[in-house]
């Protein structure tokens, strides 16, 4: 045993100090790394640069990358220390642009004193040392790597700087295809947002007079602009009526878009609906539009409007006052012109009450609104609903179905549907999976909650208090043994746990029967 101490890895800063051939192939083992473990533009950059700094200790890195219009602009800089933030602005950028014009690697030993770049910049900065490398995929340059050193001149050998220029030509390789995904993944969500077209929607279904004069309504105003506000509790139809003005309004042929605006924190949501510039903030490597620009033309539909922050409403009340947004960290104004269709399941002048809702947006919002009343108060729609969707997803699913038996049809009807036509269509989909081909839907078939719903039902609406479903289930498990045990009391008892004149109160209480047809 000996207490000397065992040597660490050596601190990554030291590595110039091995062997250069072994250095070289550390390098190159830590960038197939490095490309292989991050997909993601915005680290693979950093890391790719911070490998760089390393392999030739300079002071700060840099990757500039071009953006649609050919402009070069700074994603990832680095610097040696990792702590130390590194202002992207403050480089030779008459050496970045050079390399980048003329497609080739530049290695100056003091930027300051060469007469091919203006000094101006390199002296107010402190630079002198500067190594620039274009990036490319194949002939296309995608931008440049920067790497300088403050305090030496000559810090770069040209053993380093034609080393680099192997090393960015795996490097543009990797950026290319993580710009590729990026894009990809952008056009990916920008096309699930908005390839909705008036055959992706539902049709709805009802008999009801309260939904029909809904449905008449919403003829009446969709043809002109106004903003609607769309009321009900989860699961009521609150989206298939407003995809529904959209298709009925003149701007049918243009976008309908959703965004949820409870789901997301609040600065996300504004750089959603308002878009931002890039530069704006970390990570905003494009300019990017939001969703009024998007749906300009068409309709934006807010779901969830009761969940907004006073910051996003006044942004959202400015943009309809003045038919006009700026991106986040732009001021230049923009022209918009959309319709504003709103959703919300909580009920906003009790929202105004508490301060929580702006009562100009309400107003500005509201100027007509449909109420959807809950699926248990127009109980004619809940047959009609369920053999519908019933007939949906069986045929989907290629089987055939016989329908409901005359209980289940009544317990169906008679049960509260806290989550509306969503948890009805759900239970069909669950129902349509279970069952087999030709079979008859009855009471048992159906989820438990349901069943056990059922067994409330004592004329008194809406018992579902935690005293009613004990004696729900109490009463299921006393009538389960009795009819188990062809109603002899004493063996019934025996399975309960409980004694033969506790079961008989039971029975008293729950007004059970043997006559009398379980239900
Ligand atoms: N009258 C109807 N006819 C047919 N399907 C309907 C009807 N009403 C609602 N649905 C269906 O029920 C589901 C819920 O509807 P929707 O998403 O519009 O409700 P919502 O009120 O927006 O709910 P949430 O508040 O949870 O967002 C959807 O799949 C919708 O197609
Ligand atoms: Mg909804």
């Known amino acids: 045993m000996t207490d000397r101490p065992t040597p660490g890895p050596e601190p990554e800063e030291h590595l110039p100090h091995l062997p250069d051939d072994r250095q070289d192939l550390e390098t190159l083992y830590r960038l197939a790394h490095v490309v292989h473990s991050f997909q993601e533009l915005q680290p693979l950059l950093e890391n790719l640069v911070d490998l760089a700094i390393r392999h030739v200790n300079a002071e700060r890195g840099v990757i500039f990358l071009r953006d649609a219009r050919g402009d070069l602009y ?6 040696l220390y990792p702590s130390e933030l590194v202002d992207a602005q403050k480089v030779a950028l008459s050496v970045v642009q050079a390399a980048v014009h003329v497609k080739e690697s530049i290695l100056t030993p003091n930027v300051q004193t060469d007469p091919r770049f203006s000094s101006e910049s390199a002296i107010h900065y402190n630079i002198l ?17 920067y790497l300088d050193h403050g305090k ?28 590729e995904r990026e894009r990809y993944r952008q056009e990916n969500r920008y096309l699930r947002q908005v390839a909705t077209t008036e055959a992706d929607f539902p049709e709805i279904v009802t008999n009801s007079p309260q939904i029909l004069s809904i449905l008449e ?14 009321s009900g509790e989860s699961g009521t139809g609150k989206e298939l009526i407003a995809h529904a003005i959209h298709f009925k309004s003149t701007r049918r042929d243009k976008k309908f878009i959703t965004q949820n605006c409870a789901s997301i924190p609040e600065t996300l949501l504004e750089s959603e609906l308002f878009g931002y510039r890039k530069g704006s903030y970390t990570g905003a490597t494009h300019d990017k539009p939001g969703l009024f620009e998007v749906a300009s033309g068409g309709t934006l539909f807010l779901d969830e409007i009761g969940d907004l922050s006073l910051s996003s409403q006044a942004k959202i009340l400015r943009a309809l006052q003045e038919g ?7 001021n230049r104004p923009i022209k918009v012109d959309v319709r504003i269709l709103s959703a919300t399941n909580k009920d906003l002048q ?24 809950p699926l248990r108060e127009r109980r004619e729609d809940i047959a009609l609903l369920a053999r519908h969707y019933l007939g949906l997803f069986s045929a989907r699913m290629g089987k055939r179905m016989a329908g409901f038996d005359a209980e289940a049809l009544e317990v169906l009807a008679a049960y509260h ?30 989820a438990e909650a349901i069943q056990q719903a059922s067994l409330l039902q004592t004329g008194d609406a809406g ?11 109490q009463r299921k498990m006393v009538l389960e043994a009795l009819q188990k045990y062809k109603w002899n009391k004493t063996r019934a008892a025996d399975d309960l746990g409980i004694t033969r004149r506790g079961l008989i109160k039971m029975i008293e209480r729950f007004d059970l029967d043997r006559r009398k047809r379980p239900r």
């Open 74 to 79: 700074p994603t990832a800089a680095r610097s």
């Open 324 to 330: 006009e947004i700026k991106r986040i960290g732009d």
């Open 129 to 145: 040392s500067v190594m620039c490398l274009p990036l490319f995929q194949g002939e296309l340059a995608l931008g440049a790597l």
């Open 152 to 179: 030496r001149s000559d810090a770069f050998t040209e053993r380093d700087h034609n080393f680099l220029k192997a090393f960015c030509g795996l490097a543009g390789t990797a950026i290319q295809s993580a710009v």
């Open 417 to 446: 549907w806290p989550g509306n036509v969503r948890q009805l269509k759900n239970e069909m989909e669950r129902l349509a999976i279970l069952l087999n081909e030709g079979e008859l839907i009855a009471t048992a078939n159906l």
């Open 217 to 230: 309504t919403v003829d009446l105003v969709a043809a002109s602009n106004v903003s609607v506000l769309i």
């Open 463 to 473: 018992a579902s208090k935690m005293k009613d479903s004990l004696d729900a289930i």
């Open 350 to 373: 009790e929202q105004i009450r508490k301060g929580l809702f702006r009562e100009d947006l309400f107003y500005r919002l509201n100027v007509v609104t449909v109420k959807l009343p």
